[in-house]
């Protein structure tokens, strides 16, 4: 049973910084792509970045890319999220998510696994 438990989330300032952490009970996370979704308000969930299972690709959607970074600790277990220069379109909640494909996938539907979320909320 794999479980994904996110932490980091709060409220912050617009041009602050957030580290979103996800602890994953997995026996090893080389074996998964690693995945940050978001869902805003009223709003579908959207892949904000994804790590490939040996770490070498990864994805981080446009609205993001400059300012977000996926990354992971093997060891640990945990894949990150740094965001930086934080705006309020940011605000949503984030959840962590988990795939055994080869590829790395952006789209929801074709993650397995999924943490419970951790609320980022941005003020102006």
């Known amino acids: 049973q794999v479980q994904l438990v996110e932490s980091g989330g709060g409220l912050v300032q617009a041009g602050g910084s957030l580290r979103l952490s996800c602890a994953a009970s997995?026996?090893?996370?080389?074996?998964?792509?690693m995945a940050w979704f978001r869902q805003p308000p009223g709003k579908e969930r959207e892949i904000v970045a994804a790590?490939?299972?040996?770490?070498?690709?990864?994805h981080h959607a446009d609205s993001v890319k400059g300012r977000f970074t996926i990354s992971r600790d093997i060891d640990k277990k945990t894949v990150y999220l740094q965001m930086n220069s934080l705006k309020p379109q940011d605000t949503a909640v984030y959840y962590c998510?988990?795939?055994?494909?080869?590829?790395?996938?952006?789209?929801?539907?074709?993650?397995?696994?999924w943490g419970q979320g951790t609320q980022v909320t941005v003020s102006s």
């Open positions: 790590i490939s299972r040996n770490g070498a690709t990864t």
């Open positions: 997995v026996r090893t996370l080389s074996s998964y792509t």
């Open positions: 998510a988990a795939d055994l494909g080869a590829y790395v996938p952006t789209r929801s539907y074709e993650y397995g696994y």
